[in-house]
T-cell receptor, first 119, second 110 residues
Framework: EAGVAQSPRYKIIEKRQSVAFWCNPI?????LYWYQQILGQGPKLLIQ????????DSQLPKDRFSAERLKGVDSTLKIQPAKLEDSAVYLC?????????????????FGEGSWLTVV | DAKTTQPNSMESNEEEPVHLPCNHS???????IHWYRQLPSQGPEYVIH???SNVNNRMASLAIAEDRKSSTLILHRATLRDAAVYYC???????????FGPGTRLSVLP
């Protein structure tokens, strides 16, 4: 079974530039997540999609971050303009079941992440 | 959200058992206890989860206290590949309720 695919793996940009990350979740997974992980910290949820609808984006800095999930499959996360504090690993994850179908056995699968350095 | 307390770091010798503790005294009755781990330069991966009873799978065992205020992840024979950050997450759902703390960094010595 193919895992969660992310690209690019690494990106270095200057502050105020823009960047986009792409994610292809595991086939058939209804729920997709974007996390931000700053060095030395645990991942923090930015946005959660169920199919192509946004479930929760309360921690997404909407003045500079945007995300969409095209046709309920692939997703892109964009940062424009980037700030120095956006330097982090951006992790995409997916899970099979919808929120209402319960949590037991509903494992989240993570991609390897996209490493962003803003200079 | 249930708050968790885990040691910042632990060390183990290869092929010895490792017991990783987690305190979650504010856990609610519907929260499952999840453990994920994150190997270097990778995304987190699922290890095990449980509700009330102890659980075993091919990766680890999960021992849950009777009052559910603490749990212990048990790696029966640590290998070098088990060196990772281990996260204990009490939650009834994913999303904002599924909070990754700083976790425990496990070092395995050859």
């Amino acid at each position: 079974e193919a895992g969660v695919a992310q690209s690019p793996r690494y990106k270095i940009i200057e502050k105020r530039q823009s960047v986009a990350f792409w994610c292809n979740p595991i086939s058939g997974h209804a729920t997709l997540y974007w996390y931000q992980q700053i060095l030395g910290q645990g991942p923090k949820l930015l946005i959660q999609f169920q199919n192509n609808g946004v479930v929760d984006d309360s921690q997404l800095p909407k003045d500079r971050f945007s995300a969409e999930r095209l046709k309920g499959v692939d997703s892109t996360l964009k940062i424009q303009p980037a700030k120095l504090e956006d330097s982090a690993v951006y992790l995409c994850a997916s899970s099979l079941l919808s929120l209402r179908q319960g949590l037991s056995g509903n494992t989240i699968y993570f991609g390897e992440g996209s490493w962003l350095t803003v200079v | 959200d249930a708050k968790t307390t885990q040691p910042n770091s632990m060390e183990s010798n290869e092929e010895e058992p490792v017991h990783l503790p987690c305190n979650h005294s504010t856990i609610s009755g519907t929260d499952y206890i999840h453990w994920y781990r994150q190997l270097p330069s990778q995304g987190p991966e699922y290890v095990i989860h449980g509700l009330t009873s102890n659980v075993n799978n091919r990766m680890a065992s999960l021992a849950i206290a009777e009052d559910r205020k603490s749990s212990t992840l048990i790696l029966h024979r640590a290998t070098l590949r088990d060196a990772a950050v281990y996260y204990c997450i009490p939650s009834y759902n994913y999303g904002q309720n599924f909070v990754f703390g700083p976790g425990t960094r496990l070092s395995v010595l050859p």
